[in-house]
């Protein structure tokens, strides 16, 4: 074999070695950022002829389009910002997210003050978010008052549940 | 009127369906395949540069390593469909560049003809099936990583008793001045290897428990947080044991695995700075301590801290002295920034041991430091994916096993590299996935299987709502 080849697979090798790394890197790039990117991109793109609609509408349906702006402000992310699982994110996708100690809850918390089933947070019709204790002994807060029946969560309102806080964010 | 609309609401819970996320099994296969075929490559390149042509075991070999890989990916396909798709392409690369390595050295007439088996890789090719075989039993018999949670502690016992394994008499081997081998039929194990997968268990489940207890009793003292000298005991009590394994087994490397995982468990389960300079203060006591009066340890040292006497006291023909420690550092200088190529080195010349503890010499010479450094980058992603896993994970018990295995991994190469580049003393342990060997290769795949399974769990989007049954009796009045 002439020294020629050899010395051209030879570096061929490690340029192919490093082209998988880099490919390896490119994939977990596209794992943090590639799916939001597009959503977000296409979001705006939707958002552009409802708002060209709205300047030519009415007054009275200019409050529906008010409605419509509401659920673009929509949280997208459920946040646990205090406690042992602070950072965690949830994407709110309109499923039932399930809080507690027990082993099949979206949301697994280790704190001695919550109950097995503590509560839940699920969209109702309109998009907006609902929290609802689930007949916890300590008790779900939304800012500093108990919960006692379903009720709508603001953006960033913090939710407390024993030594966990979570808030929705956009 | 108003029961009705609450109804209406909760009902609807159940029609918005969730955005699927994508699988990524796809982004996995297409990666499987180039990790497939960078080892075809070298295998060919390999016996062009030695026998001038292409080595007629390419064809079955390239279909070997694939068809693994293909049952792997299948089998993720099926029962973990949402698993990270970077952990198996990783594993695989490194599994073939190994096989590559050790066939490699197979070829070099040195070794066949002083007693190294001239035929080391099909027999690592058959741990390799055997390893992707657990991975498969793990993956389809382990729904899901929680129900490991209920054998904390008879993985507790189990691991002791694989650690004490090789100090049964009879059973036990003394290999090479390490009493880390036990065998069984004819075949050698190395049953640290496996206990390092279910210490982690045990570690995990333990630590959920504590956590609270060993985090929040203590008391701050220079920036310090000092726990209270009664939660001192579980770290005291696995420190006496590495240490322990340390006296008795003579094996500086398993010892500072299961004391270094089980550190980064506690330091990751608490959140305290202080576990981590009690856990390096203790095992600098420790090792010092040992090998004050251990000759083998001792011997490690002096090897690591001057080779090149060692190698000339070897050479002099002094017993219990080894080159090797020295011959690696040369393997590496003559490989250069790019190497030699594969097949035109002469690291067959360590000889003993030249395709398990001292295979990153062979890829240091071949493929210099550019395909070193790769090699290394490789191993870090397939930890770092193992810590994204922790992180992603939403049970705790979950994130203490991810990040306990991948932990255990990360220090496995720390300790092996290290110990072969002359960093730290040399220890007995082997290269996961590279080096020859079958229980690290069936460990490792059973590691990689279960962080798999963890991060499934992890990334799976959680499952729609079950419909409400009193919702659909209760008819929805509406105004018209």
């Known amino acids: 074999m002439s020294e020629l080849t050899l010395t051209v697979m030879r570096l061929g090798f490690l340029a192919v070695l490093w082209l998988f790394v880099i490919v390896a890197v490119q994939v977990i790039r596209s794992d943090l950022f590639g799916t939001r990117v597009t959503q977000r991109g296409a979001r705006r793109e939707a958002a552009r002829p409802q708002q060209a609609a709205r300047q030519a509408a009415p007054p009275q349906q200019r409050q529906q389009a008010g409605g419509g702006r509401q659920r673009r402000n929509a949280p997208s992310k459920l946040v646990v910002s205090e406690g042992t699982l602070t950072g965690t994110t949830v994407a709110l996708q309109g499923q039932t997210i399930t809080l507690g100690r027990a082993h099949d809850s979206t949301i697994v918390l280790d704190d001695d003050y919550a109950s097995s089933r503590h509560a839940r947070i699920y969209p109702d019709r309109d998009g907006q978010w609902i929290v609802e204790d689930l007949g916890s002994t300590n008790g779900t807060y939304l800012d500093r008052t108990r919960l006692t029946t379903p009720t709508p969560i603001p953006l960033g309102a913090p939710i407390r549940i024993g030594k966990t806080v979570i808030e929705l964010r956009k | ?480």
């Open chain 2, 1 to 480: 009127m108003s029961s009705s609309t609450t109804n209406t609401s909760t009902h609807h819970t159940s029609t918005i369906g969730s955005i699927g996320t994508p699988s990524r099994r796809n982004t996995e296969l297409a990666l499987l395949v180039f990790a497939v075929l960078i080892p075809v490559f070298a295998y060919a390149n390999v016996g062009l540069a030695i026998n001038d042509q292409v080595p007629t075991g390419l064809l079955s070999y390239g279909l070997g390593l694939g068809l693994l890989a293909a049952v792997g990916h299948l089998v993720v396909r099926k029962f973990a469909p949402y698993a990270d798709p970077l952990l198996l392409p990783l594993a695989t690369l490194l599994n073939g560049l190994g096989l590559v390595a050790i066939w490699r050295l197979d070829q070099s007439e040195l070794l066949q003809s002083i007693k190294q088996a001239g035929s080391a890789a099909p027999r690592q090719l058959l741990y390799t099936a055997m390893g992707v075989a657990l991975f498969v039993v793990v993956l389809i018999f382990l729904k899901d990583h929680r129900v490991l949670q209920r054998y904390t502690y008879i993985s507790m016992v189990g691991a002791l008793i694989l650690l004490l394994l090789p100090l049964v008499p009879g059973l036990g081997k003394n290999l090479y001045g390490a009493k880390i081998w036990i065998s069984v039929a004819g075949f050698s194990i190395q049953p640290g290897e496996f206990a390092k997968i279910v210490l982690a268990v045990f570690f995990a489940g333990y630590l959920m428990v504590k956590r609270d207890a060993l985090a929040l009793a203590s008391r701050r003292f220079m920036g310090l947080y000092l726990p209270r000298g009664r939660d001192l005991g579980p770290i005291l009590v696995v420190w006496a044991i590495s240490i322990l394994i340390l006296v008795f087994e003579t094996d500086l490397g398993t010892s500072l695995l299961f004391f270094g995982m089980f550190v980064i468990m506690l330091y990751v389960a608490t959140e305290r700075t202080s576990w981590i300079v009690f856990g390096l203060l203790m095992s600098a006591v420790g090792a010092v301590g040992v090998a004050s009066f251990e000759p083998h340890i001792q011997q490690r040292v002096d090897a690591w801290l001057d080779p090149m006497r060692e190698y000339t006291l070897s050479r002099n023909g002094e017993f219990g002295h080894s080159e090797q420690a020295m011959q690696a550092l040369w393997a590496f200088g003559s490989g250069g920034t790019l190497g030699t190529g594969w097949g035109q080195g002469h690291s067959e010349l360590i000889r003993f041991a030249a395709n398990s503890d001292f295979i990153l010499a062979t890829f240091g010479e071949e493929l210099g430091l550019a395909g070193v450094m790769a090699l290394l980058l490789l191993y870090a992603l397939l930890v770092e994916r193992g810590v994204r896993t922790a992180l992603a994970a939403r049970d705790p018990f979950g994130k203490l096993l991810a990040i306990g295995l991948s932990g255990a991994f990360a220090l496995q190469v720390f300790v092996v590299a290290g110990g072969v580049m002359g960093l730290i003393p040399l220890t007995g342990m082997t290269m996961p996935f590279l080096a020859s060997g079958g229980s690290s290769v069936i460990a490792n795949w059973a590691l990689v299987g279960i962080l798999l399974r963890i991060s499934d769990t992890a990334r799976r989007p959680a499952p729609a709502p079950a419909p409400n049954p009193d919702a659909e009796m209760t008819q929805v009045v509406r105004p018209s």
